[in-house]
């Protein structure tokens, strides 16, 4: 095992470790293995990982979303997070909102827990969304 491979499993075992329990989520979270016994997919509710690309200042996160539905404030789910062994040191990333495929060997990994929150939202854009009882 290259040490790309190895570190991606840490990467992958670290996130299938955290197992939060509140909300209901889409899709399943879980962990898929692959033939060889190694993890070849995570679907987390409650792991976040931050990557920061070589030449980049900022990290970018990657965590599930929590979704309040505006129709009925008191319905919660969570929009799980999955990440993808890809093969070659390459990590397969996808959110309800966003896809991407990062090699772990232009970047550094980070891998935290996720806590569900609700952010009070923007009100200089305001959706009438109902979030702020306006």
Known sequence: MTVEEKKLQ???QEIAGRTEESYPCTPTPGIQFA???RISEVISKAGQIRIKK???SQWEIWAPTLYQSCMNP???CIYCLMIKDMGNGKLGLKTRYKEETVDLRACETEVSPWIPQIHKSDCLHCTNCGKCSW
């Open 35 to 37: 033939p060889d016994g």
């Open 10 to 12: 840490e990467i992958l």
């Open 74 to 76: 008191e319905q919660f």
């Open 54 to 56: 070589r030449g980049q």
